[in-house]
């Protein structure tokens, strides 16, 4: 089964359903809705609010990780973690915009939005998403896309996982796996607000090919990312690594960049203007994670998908095993940002959770889930 986040792990689950068809989801769904006891689809496992983890039934989809493409489009089993989606797609030449952790579920992942080392040149995850195969919460078996339930898959597009179904299978368009620029880049800490003040100005109006994200650490400031990082250069890094390999090496490269191990905590928010650099916390120990928003993630309109955050700039992630840190330097930067936050970047400590992560899309987003679940069988803190 997957691996959840250390900071879940003591939850003990009553049982495990380990699903390898959508009959096997519909049975479990059966029971908890014949005994009342919570049940909660997992993926890969890794939702920072740990809500794949639950004291009753865990549906695992894990045994479901096919990846097949047939016809230009790919599908894939919900149980897929990002490593057998990247493997198998390349094997086409193919790949997708999704996110950088190998063990990161494409279930949850695409549910929430999913953003990536090529998003803004094709979007997010779920904007290449056409069609997927849903178990809902009365145990029936829907096949949704742009004609087929409709409102289920714009929904699908951006909410969050565990909202509406347990999704068995995903149909997607694939991109091209193509040779690409690879680059990381390091400065000492202390040329951080000069890295970020020129990060801020060039990256969410690049190219759609580039895509920079910006690591400060206590230790040093890293930036890495597709695309050419020309603009960077004459910044005079202390390192500089820049070579072309296949997509799927790149991906792989960067598999293994976070440096804060065990429980940590996260907080995150969207900009769309610059912070200014005297906002900047001194980050002994911690990391602050810049991704660039804009290109085509910006192309789409905020109500096409249920995906509210298109007119974003960028997206600051505060990590730290501190928890205090993470909060003070949250509250310090929050004033500056949208207010919007990324469903797939769960907060437990939002006062308006359903209004950052949905904004103009909520009303909709709660009248399909009083269609699709009206007992409110898929429920956690912050659900829909
Ligand atoms: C190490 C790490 C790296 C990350 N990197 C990125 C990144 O590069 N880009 C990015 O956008 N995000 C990233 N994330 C965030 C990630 O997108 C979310 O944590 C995502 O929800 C994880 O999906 P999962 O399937 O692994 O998790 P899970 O915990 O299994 O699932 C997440 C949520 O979706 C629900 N769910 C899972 N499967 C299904 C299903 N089949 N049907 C219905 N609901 C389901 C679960 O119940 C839960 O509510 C990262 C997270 C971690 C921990």
Request: proline share 7%.
């Amino acid at each position: 089964m997957s691996q959840v986040l250390p900071q879940y792990q003591h939850l003990r689950p009553l049982a495990v359903v380990s699903c390898s068809t959508p009959d096997d989801v519909a049975n479990g769904l059966a029971w908890s809705r014949e005994s009342g006891i919570h049940l909660t689809p997992r993926g890969g496992g890794h939702c920072f609010a740990g809500r794949s983890s639950t004291t009753g039934i865990v549906l695992d989809l894990g045994p479901m990780n096919d990846v097949s493409v047939h016809d230009g489009l790919a599908t894939i089993g919900a149980g897929a973690t990002l490593a057998e989606v990247y493997a198998g797609l390349d094997r086409h030449g193919l790949t997708l915009p999704a996110g950088c952790g190998p063990t990161v579920g494409i279930a949850g992942l695409t549910l929430g939005g999913g953003l990536g080392l090529l998003g803004r040149r094709y979007g997010l995850t779920s904007d290449r998403l056409r069609a997927a195969e849903v178990v809902l919460p009365d145990g029936r078996t829907v096949r949704c896309s742009d004609d087929l339930e409709p409102d289920l898959f714009w929904a699908l597009r951006g909410a969050g996982g565990g909202q509406f179904g347990v999704v068995t299978a995903l149909t997607f368009e694939p991109v091209p796996a193509e040779p690409t620029t690879r680059f990381l880049l390091t400065w000492p800490r202390v040329r951080a607000a000069e890295v970020l003040a020129r990060w801020q100005e060039i990256t969410p109006d690049a190219p759609d090919e580039l895509s920079a994200n910006l690591k400060i650490s206590a230790r040093e400031v890293t930036l890495f990312g597709a695309g050419a990082p020309d603009d960077f250069l004459d910044l005079a890094p202390a390192t500089a690594d820049v070579s072309t390999l296949p997509y799927l090496e790149l991906k792989q490269s960067f598999d293994d960049l976070g440096d804060l191990e065990g429980q940590v905590t996260s907080r995150s928010h969207f900009f769309r203007r610059p912070i200014p650099a005297d906002v900047l916390p001194d980050a002994p120990g911690q990391e602050l994670n810049f991704t660039p928003m804009g290109g085509a993630y910006n192309r789409t309109r905020s109500t096409a998908t249920a995906f509210v955050h298109r007119n974003e700039r960028f997206l600051v992630e505060h990590v730290s095993t501190d928890a205090d840190w993470v909060h003070r330097t949250w509250t310090a930067l929050h004033e500056h940002s949208s207010g919007g936050v990324y469903p797939n970047f769960p907060d437990l400590f939002l006062e308006d959770p359903l209004r950052a992560y949905h904004g103009e899309n909520l009303q909709r987003l709660q009248e399909i889930k009083r269609h699709y679940d009206p007992d409110g069988l898929l429920r956690f803190p912050q659900s829909l």
